[in-house]
């Protein structure tokens, strides 16, 4: 019988490399989609989740066992996520744009986008790309959750237990996150 | 029985969180409100979106990313070692306290032991030292006691042989 996570994420603390192996050959691959929802980007996702995967391998030995492994590993992956989207969201403000009488021939200055980039952009179709710019205005908080439930098909407890809040407000933000969707996409037609 | 409208439990009620009670109300309520049916049919459409957008996300090498999953955790070890090693060894550190302390008792002892006078150091002229004062009484050098305690010393000359006059001079001097 395969053993569980929580004994596996035990075994992680005790340094047993197999039983991290096992848990980076389960998780690896929701992990890294959950990153790429909720970044809208692959090269960032892949950077965020491996993160989590190496925070797991450090912090295994906080894992108390009152939640569920998934709940506390998932949770790592969405705070990471959430960090590196308020992070970039400095950056833009920091870095001014061309303002109007500068040089139009001059380069301006191009901070990091959220966006995907063009090859991402012709392999998702037209669709899928109103569907991002959409989830691009939600907050991190309303993107995890909403992308939470329908990637990950988790519950409102569970997703409240991810996101470090109560259940009513889990269900607030998935709300809030359909509203805005619904609005936007059909906005763009 | 809802009075309002069951907006922020139509999500969950669309993925089956609810529990039975609630389920049956918000099922019943949808029944009889037209908006709430269709904003539930909306709200549907867009999860089932969503899901659908996940599956087109491409999956990478997973040998690579495991690779690398590997790569950044020893490199953290590394660092984590590095930031944990003091940068002088111990022995340094000792050698470097002990130096410092004998800088400073070597410091204090110039400063306050060195500087008393000797025995064979010669007494001061004091007629030289009359002629600098004027008519301050040079007698009064013999009672050194009396001169440590005043208040104003006002002649530089007397201040700076100050410290070459001792009780044990004048003794010399009266035996002599």
New interface residues.
């Given amino acids: 019988m395969a053993e569980s996570d929580e004994d596996l994420c035990r075994q992680v603390a005790e340094h047993n490399a197999s039983a991290f192996e096992t848990l980076l050959d389960r998780h690896q691959a929701r992990a890294f989609r959950l990153a790429c929802s909720i970044l809208g980007n692959e090269a960032d996702a892949r950077d965020i989740s491996q993160e989590a995967f190496v925070r797991l391998y450090e912090s295994a030995g906080k894992f108390d066992g009152r939640s569920r492994f998934s709940t506390w590993f998932y949770r790592i992956v969405v705070n990471l996520c959430i960090d590196h989207t308020r992070r970039n969201k400095w950056w833009r403000k920091m870095v001014p744009f061309a303002a109007p009488d500068d040089d139009p021939d001059a380069p301006a200055i191009d901070p990091p986008s959220l966006e995907p980039g063009p090859d991402e952009t012709a392999i998702r179709g037209e669709a899928s790309r109103r569907l991002h710019e959409a989830l691009a205005g939600l907050s991190p908080a309303q993107r995890a959750a909403v992308l939470l439930q329908t990637e990950e098909d988790l519950t409102s407890r569970e997703i409240a237990g991810i996101l470090n809040c109560s259940e009513s407000t889990a269900r607030v933000h998935i709300h809030r996150a359909l509203a805005h969707l619904k609005k936007i996409m059909k906005q763009n037609g | 029985m809802f009075d309002r409208h069951p907006?922020?439990?139509?999500?969950?009620y669309l993925?089956g969180?609810l529990a039975p009670a609630e389920r049956e109300r918000v099922r019943a309520h949808l029944v009889r409100c037209d908006r709430c049916r269709i904003d539930a049919a909306?709200?549907a459409a867009?999860?089932k979106?969503?899901?659908q957008?996940?599956a087109?996300?491409?999956?990478?090498d997973?040998c690579a990313?495991?690779a690398?999953?590997y790569r950044?955790?020893a490199a953290?070890r590394i660092a984590a070692r590095s930031a944990r090693r003091p940068s002088w060894s111990p022995r340094i550190r000792w050698a470097s306290t002990a130096a410092a302390g004998a800088i400073a008792a070597a410091i204090v002892f110039f400063l306050f032991i060195v500087r008393q006078p000797h025995p064979g150091v010669p007494p001061v002229d004091q007629l030289a030292m009359e002629d600098a004062m004027g008519s301050a009484e040079v007698g009064m050098f013999r009672n050194y006691p009396m001169v440590e305690h005043l208040d104003l010393l006002e002649n530089y000359d007397v201040i700076e042989h100050l410290d070459e006059i001792s009780p044990a001079d004048t003794a010399n001097e009266n035996r002599s």
């Fill in positions: 907006k922020t439990a139509l999500a969950a993925h969180d909306a709200d867009t999860l979106a969503l899901a957008d996940a087109e996300i491409r999956e990478p997973w990313y495991r690398e999953v950044k955790i953290r």
